[in-house]
């Protein structure tokens, strides 16, 4: 019997990616998937006033700094909580207000490095002799982030996309793309062109009811995809009160699984609609995200002999 365990949608938070880091000598697991959206959102200034204090805002709250140890102190909860710090003055502020290109380049450039750092972490805290690690990017992330992960492939990360990989032996195909959002991401595409991608990566496989299907977008009309409607505005819609939920996954997905019913659906995308459902006789899992609260959810999957022996949520 083996085990692997599949989270996703980091956004940029260290808290969790320390966790996932412990879950192998946790849990007793032979192999660790940490697939989609794994950059941050958000760039937060620390500013540099005239009179030798520094100000910043996060968590609702304006925070005035005046030792070094009190401004390490505020990056390191702002970087657990996923997002990005700069220090600067309020001529920087006013620059980068007016240009916000170079607010993209910082952000890209702290993406990387945070990255760099999280995988410098995982080579150093694993024994990837012993534990087989996917790291994957997902619709949210810039395609610098591949260059990245792909850079650690000889000292044993797992590059996912665009082949088949073995995970405790069970052939695996990864998509990093999604249906369109509201929000234009890097990597999303029509339902038919999400349908062409499935279809040529499938291709590869043998047997695809024999194989592990890790989508990150989830599959259309199931309990993964619930998240609120928004209006055109972009805002939540409600009905008496209470905020509205739709299906926003992708149908192809949803035609994949019910065309090659695999052994089991590994999705994210959706942070809101975690827990697992089935599409025909494939079950499908959603670890779901509350990485700005520093917290890990994941699904350990259990494997005998190529079959999906169990599979259960956990979080902390």
Not at 263 to 269: A, K
């Amino acid at each position: 019997m083996s085990r692997l365990f599949f989270a996703v949608d980091v956004h940029g938070a260290s808290s969790v990616w320390r966790k996932w880091l412990k879950i192998p000598e946790m849990y007793n697991v032979q192999a660790l998937l940490l697939c989609g959206d794994l950059t941050g959102k958000s760039l937060v200034p620390i500013i540099k006033k005239k009179n030798g204090k520094y100000n910043a805002f996060y968590f609702g709250k304006n925070w005035t700094l005046e030792t070094e140890q009190e401004i390490e102190d505020i990056k390191n909860r702002i970087h657990d909580a996923g997002a990005y710090t700069l220090e600067c003055d309020m001529d920087k502020v006013r620059e980068l207000q007016d240009d916000p290109g170079k607010v993209d380049k910082i952000m890209l450039e702290e993406m990387k490095k945070r990255l760099q750092h999280w995988l410098d972490l995982l080579v150093d805290k694993i024994d990837l002799d012993k534990v087989d690690v996917v790291v994957m990017p997902g619709n949210d992330d810039d395609w610098e982030m591949d260059k990245v992960i792909k850079s650690y492939q000889n000292q044993g990360v797992v590059w996912a996309l665009d082949e088949v990989i073995d995970v405790l032996g069970i052939p695996t195909i990864s998509l990093d793309y999604v249906n369109p959002t509201p929000w234009d991401t890097p990597r999303e595409d029509s339902e038919k062109g999400m349908a062409k991608r499935i279809e040529k990566i499938v291709a590869k496989l043998k047997d695809p009811s024999q194989a592990i299907f890790n989508f990150h977008a989830p599959p259309y009309g199931t309990m993964l995809d619930l998240a609120p409607e928004l209006d055109a505005n972009r805002k939540p819609v409600t009905i008496a009160g209470q905020v509205n939920f739709v299906h926003v996954g992708s149908k192809a997905v949803t035609k994949a699984l019910e065309k090659y019913q695999p052994l089991i659906g590994l999705h994210g995308h959706i942070h809101e609609s975690y827990g697992n459902d089935k599409v025909g006789k494939t079950p499908v899992v959603n670890p779901g995200s509350e990485y700005g609260e520093g917290i890990l959810r994941g699904y350990i999957v259990e494997v005998n002999h190529g079959e999906i022996e169990n599979y259960w949520k956990v979080e902390g």
